[in-house]
Each structure stands twice: as structure tokens, then as C-alpha cells.
């Protein structure tokens, strides 16, 4: 079983910055094998992938919405993935998820709780 707890939302004004952080645990658990997903959801819409990791690769997705200001990172040691979202703006405001999946595994199996992140001024 894989647990997800997220950490880092809050309420911030547009331009700033805010560090996401998902600590990924489990019996066993062994990160290098797993992609590893960031995902919002605002208020009356639909779930929307925002960035992912492949971590042992390295490799990194963006969302066009966010591409350009916002970095996915591994602390490996920590078995902790950030996202780093810079320039905020109204429209980033939503609960962000963290989920897991294993790398040939097409769907994220394990999520987190979320945590709210609020732009406004």
C-alpha cells in the first residue's frame, strides 16, 4: 500500500510563489519505480494533470498551463516530490493532488488528500 500526504498550500497574492511537497510512503516502497503526478482541481471544473515525474528518469511533464513557471522535483532521499509554481495567477486557484503509479501501469492507483491552493488579492 502506498500513502500519499501532501503539504505547502495556502492562500497567496498573484506573482508570488508557492512550493507543493508530496511525501510518497509504503512498505517496501521503491520510488525509482513509480511516475509520480501533480493534478488540480477547481472549483466547478474537472480534474486537470498539471505535471508529472518519471523518478528514477528524470523525465518531466508540464501542463500548458503552467508550463514555463512551475518545476517538478524529486528528493529521492527524502521520497518527496515538489512542485514549484511561480508567478500565480486567479485561475491557478484549486485543490492540488498528488498520485502515484508504477511506470508500466497506465492509471494513477494511489492519491493523496490534496491541499488548497488560493490566488487572490
Known amino acids: 500500500q502506498v500513502h500519499i500526504v501532501e503539504s505547502g498550500g495556502g492562500s497567496v497574492q498573484p506573482g508570488e510563489s508557492a512550493r507543493l511537497s508530496c511525501v510518497v510512503s509504503?512498505?517496501?516502497?521503491?520510488?525509482?519505480?513509480?511516475?509520480i503526478g501533480w493534478f488540480r482541481q477547481a472549483p466547478g471544473k474537472g480534474r486537470e494533470g498539471v505535471a508529472c515525474i518519471g523518478v528514477k528518469a528524470g523525465n518531466t511533464y508540464y501542463a500548458d498551463s503552467v508550463r514555463g513557471r512551475s518545476t517538478i522535483s524529486v528528493d529521492s532521499a527524502k521520497n518527496t516530490v515538489y512542485l514549484d509554481l511561480n508567478d500565480l495567477k486567479p485561475e491557478d486557484t484549486a485543490v492540488y493532488y498528488c498520485?502515484?503509479?508504477?511506470?508500466?501501469?497506465?492509471?494513477?492507483?494511489?492519491w493523496g488528500q490534496g491541499t488548497q491552493v488560493t490566488v487572490s488579492s
Open positions: 509504503g512498505y517496501t516502497l521503491d520510488l525509482d519505480y513509480y511516475s
Open positions: 498520485a502515484a503509479r508504477l511506470l508500466w501501469e497506465g492509471e494513477y492507483r494511489y
